[in-house]
């Protein structure tokens, strides 16, 4: 590349030269100089460009994260509707839901109701996620061995190795995550187990790959809703998870880390079926899990023993 003085005594030659020449444009060369000029800054703004795509470069990992925080950065946000005045025809006209048929499933068993079964959520997920101790003893204690885990998006895992995959991936794009528990509600009897409902906000800083995508650097705050049953395992007398349904507004938590949500891997839709009539859990008579998680749990029992009768 030829440097800015390099060109400047000789340009000043050649307009002495040829101050009243025409170009085959028919332009003086004193009228292409604001054409000049402005072509100056064009390229001057193209090589600005590209000396940050260099240096981003020797991060490749970031770059695509760079890119889709300054193109989230130049879009305008979509313009807000006044809601109407009165209820849409198109609404009235659609089919109807009528939710009552869960009613009498969602009863209750009577039994001794002595375990403090919030105190176990709070507890359980302290020593998991929040106080820095011993995760692998923690996940041990607390969770059964074909505890299913149903998450976003209709997504499943069974087992506890896919559960302690999933927390250390987790704790690694995170490193200070922290779930702050705002309540809980329990219903269920000591013989039965328990159906509990926690909502929680998590927050954390993204140093490490995640779910959806590569490391940015950002804090991120988001809520969710987590639904257990927990029950006591008959050989060990420890309380234990046996299935966790949660869902959290991952978008909200795709925004905050300016990853392109074009690219965060995820099904092409929710693949979560609707369980009209059909609680996740049924509690009584005797705890039956929803039809396709407790399949699911059959599959991966079927082959847990296959597995074994290999060895």
């Known amino acids: 590349m030829v440097g800015r003085s390099d060109l400047t005594t000789p340009l000043a030659h050649e307009e002495e030269k040829h101050r009243s020449a025409r170009t085959p444009l028919g332009l003086s060369a004193a009228a292409l100089l604001p ?3 402005a072509s100056g800054l064009l390229m001057g703004s193209v090589v600005s460009v590209a000396v940050v795509m260099g240096v981003s470069a020797q991060r490749t990992d970031a770059l695509p994260t760079v ?5 989230l950065a130049a879009l305008e946000p979509y313009p807000m ?26 009863a209750i068993p009577e039994g001794p109701q002595t375990f403090d079964a919030c105190g176990f959520v709070v507890r359980s997920t302290d020593e998991v996620w929040n106080l820095r101790g011993d995760v692998d ?3 041990e204690k607390y969770f059964h061995e074909d505890y299913l885990n149903a998450g976003s998006w209709g ?6 190795k896919a559960l302690r995959e999933g927390v250390l991936a987790e704790m690694r794009a995170f490193p200070d995550i922290q779930i702050h528990i705002t309540d809980c509600v329990c219903k269920g009897n000591d ?3 328990y159906k509990c ?7 954390g800083t993204n140093l490490g790959p995640s779910a959806y995508g590569p490391a940015t650097g950002r804090y991120a705050r988001w809520t969710g809703m987590v639904e257990s049953f927990i029950q006591k395992n008959a050989a060990t007398g420890q309380w234990q998870y046996i299935a966790e349904w949660g869902v959290h507004d991952e978008w909200a938590l795709i925004q905050q880390l300016g990853l392109d949500f074009r690219r965060v891997p995820h099904p092409a839709r929710n693949e ?26 059959t599959e991966h029992e079927d082959g847990e023993a296959k597995f074994l009768s290999r060895r």
């Open 155 to 160: 997504k499943r895992a069974i087992g506890k």
């Open 67 to 71: 890119l889709a925080a300054a193109a």
């Open 137 to 139: 003893a923690a996940i």
């Open 191 to 193: 013989n039965d187990g």
């Open 272 to 297: 979560e079926p609707l369980h009209d009539c059909s609680p996740l859990l049924q509690m009584g008579p005797g705890p039956v899990i929803d039809k396709l998680d407790l399949n699911r749990l």
């Open 35 to 37: 054409l000049v000029f």
């Open 197 to 203: 409902a926690m909502p929680d906000v998590l927050d």
């Open 81 to 106: 509707v006044s809601p109407p005045m009165e209820v849409p025809v198109e609404y009235t006209a659609a089919k109807p839901l009528d939710n009552a048929c869960l009613i009498k499933k969602l």
